[in-house]
């Protein structure tokens, strides 16, 4: 038998808006190796990210004898997992991309697509904050708002469309990005919390950090926003909930952060909306910005397990 430290590594490629992240997962969601790239800029063409992520895996793979085991990527927008196809991605520009394919062709390993906000849901389900659970939802809210649904110990993709909770009315009546009204990004994202503190104050802050800052600091304003947002997300978790019934929500993200000021009042709110439910635990998300690594690496282990 070949001792462990030459077997090949399960390499976890998560590629972001501004950052393409990439490490050696261990099946137990260990990261080592991890190295940070910028993401090339958007573009109809996904061939230069398809030429950052084999360069990445190339140098993290280079003092080994062959490439890697297997490589779990993950991108964000739509993600067709069991096709391999980024469908769309806003902040990348694509559509439609059979991304598995285009990188397998050349790698010399098999190679897995997902989805960044699943697989990170599927991370804190098997090794994080849901531990345990049978039935969960991992919560980034950051520049948007998606869920990771897993019920009954599965993950739930509905071929890419699941869990965007972001763009469900909440009655906000506002003009969304997606051409909707009324979505709960329009008022609850890290984003449109800096963004509505702005408008309310003509005060210009630097995120939702800042917003949260002035929280604490019991800046009326801040507190209005800070209010209207965490109901917005109780009534979302509140229709979640209602639906699918969750044991447990991690919040993560931005806007997860500020953990005291989000968190548990969210727990609370959400529990004051429901009746006969069986009401979640909201808990902080325990991955930060690597859940998504995390859960490529997990994806890319059960390809070749
Ligand atoms: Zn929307």
């Given amino acids: 038998m070949r001792p462990i430290e030459s077997a090949p590594p399960v390499v976890a490629v998560d590629v972001g808006g501004t950052s393409v992240k990439a490490g050696v997962v261990a099946a137990d969601g260990t990261v080592s190796r991890l190295t940070r790239v910028a993401t090339p800029p958007p573009g109809l063409d996904a061939q230069p990210v398809v030429d950052a992520v084999v360069a990445v895996v190339e140098k993290l793979t280079a003092a080994d004898s062959g490439g890697p085991a297997a490589l779990g990527l993950v991108v964000p927008g739509i993600v067709d997992e069991q096709a391999g196809l980024a469908v769309a991605a806003e902040n990348l520009g694509w ?10 062709r050349r790698l010399d390993c098999p190679v897995v697509l997902g989805h960044d ?102 800046e009326p304003a801040a507190v209005a926003v800070w209010d209207e947002a965490l109901d917005a997300l109780a009534r979302g978790l509140a229709m979640l909930t209602g639906i699918v019934a969750p044991e447990i929500i991690a919040v993560g993200g931005g806007f997860g952060e500020a953990a005291d000021l989000v968190v548990d009042p969210l727990g609370e709110r959400l529990a004051q909306r429901l009746t006969f439910h069986r009401v979640p635990r909201v808990v902080p998300a325990e991955l930060g910005d690597l859940a998504g690594c995390v859960g490529a690496g997990l994806l890319a282990w059960e390809l070749i397990s």
Wanted: charged content about 20%; proline content about 4%.
């Fill in 117 to 218: 906000v699943r697989a990170g849901g599927l991370a804190e389900h098997r090794v994080g904050a849901c531990r345990g659970a049978r039935d969960s939802v991992f919560l980034p809210v950051g520049t948007g708002i998606a869920a990771a649904l897993v019920l009954d110990g599965r993950l739930f993709a509905g071929a890419g469309y699941a869990g965007e909770i972001g763009h469900v009315d909440v009655g906000t009546g506002l003009p969304c990005a997606c051409g909707g009204r009324g979505c709960l990004e329009t008022v609850a994202s890290a984003a449109a919390v800096a963004r509505r503190y702005t408008a309310a104050t003509g005060r210009p802050v630097d995120g939702s950090r800042d917003v949260a800052a002035l929280v604490r600091a019991g």
């Fill in 95 to 104: 559509r439609d991309v059979p991304l598995r394919d285009l990188v397998a």
